[in-house]
């Protein structure tokens, strides 16, 4: 079973992958070749889609698209990570 750590990494390389789809949607080019302003614009982005999802998740129709399904799955590790979490405290 993963520990927080490493789900925590999994769920950082999921989010990375979030906003180099987000850049790519919005035409800005590669993740790693953004200038500070639309890697913060990116990451804007990608919080607010993770949060709406999170939102929404419950009545969420299954993802369809490539950016539902990384959404998905980032919200599957912060569950993850928050069930880990509470058991730890709990123990």
Do not use: Y
Request: include cysteine; glycine fraction near 6%; charge should be negative.
């Amino acid at each position: 079973m993963p520990n927080i750590e490493e789900l925590e990494k999994e769920r950082a390389l999921k989010f990375e992958a979030i906003c180099a789809l987000i850049a790519d949607e919005l035409g800005l080019g590669e993740l790693h070749t953004l200038g500070e302003s639309d890697r913060a614009l990116v990451k804007a982005e990608a919080d607010e889609a993770t949060e709406r999802w999170m939102e929404h998740a419950d009545v969420a129709t299954p993802p369809k698209t490539n950016l539902q399904k990384l959404l998905a799955e980032h919200f599957e590790l912060v569950g993850q990570i928050l069930d880990l979490d509470d058991q730890e405290s709990e123990g």
